[in-house]
């Protein structure tokens, strides 16, 4: 796990001195981590398609820890616990929590829209199971309660992470829903 972390701190490192904001590089950061994992994320979304689901889930949690660690680490060691981000002017440091909790909602807002898609009429038509209200209140509470007491910086990679994913989901929805229409207008 310490080389995972140490290869995570590298690459924040090299993207602070690039963009010169730690935000911007854990955005960066995320961004390029969730590329990384696209395809286990897709191997994830068949095998939860056909009724598997199971220890993929697991790994992807499990791959997180190194980031939210080497996140953390990297940040203190390079500023000394005084790292602002433009992106999130509110907060001091990325190592103290968000103390508004805008960074938490955000979070819980941003993981929660896929769960919103199976409502929305352009994907009617896929019949994707619709979660219930209570699920939907459950997960963004559970969501917000788990980045309040984090630092700024786990915040802005969870809210990143969950951008990411919301619109990986709905572009994956949408070549699906295209194809379905195209398909039974050619029938």
Do not use: H
């Not at 680490?73 to 999130?88: D, E, I, K, N, Q």
């Amino acid at each position: 796990m310490n080389g995972i972390i140490t290869l995570f701190k590298t690459l924040l490192t090299w993207l602070y001195t690039y963009t010169g904001d730690y935000g911007l590089a854990i955005v960066c950061l995320t961004v390029l981590v969730k590329l990384c994992l696209l395809p286990l994320y897709a191997r994830q979304r068949r095998g939860a398609d056909a009724s598997q689901a199971g220890a993929g889930s697991c790994l992807l949690l499990l791959l997180s820890l190194p980031v939210l660690t080497g996140l953390y680490r990297t940040v203190l060691a390079g500023t000394g616990g005084t790292a602002g981000s433009r992106l999130c002017p509110w907060i001091a440091s990325l190592l103290t929590r968000d103390p508004y909790g805008i960074l938490p909602a955000l979070s819980a807002v941003v993981q929660i829209l896929p769960q919103l898609y199976p409502y929305m009429c352009f994907f009617k038509s896929l019949d994707l199971p619709k979660p219930s209200k209570g699920m939907l209140l459950t997960s963004g509470l559970m969501v917000f309660l788990i980045c309040l007491p984090l630092p700024a910086a786990a915040g802005l990679y969870y809210l990143t992470s969950g951008l990411f994913n919301a619109l990986e989901q709905a572009l994956q929805n949408g070549i699906r829903a295209y194809r379905l229409s195209s398909s039974e207008s050619f029938q």
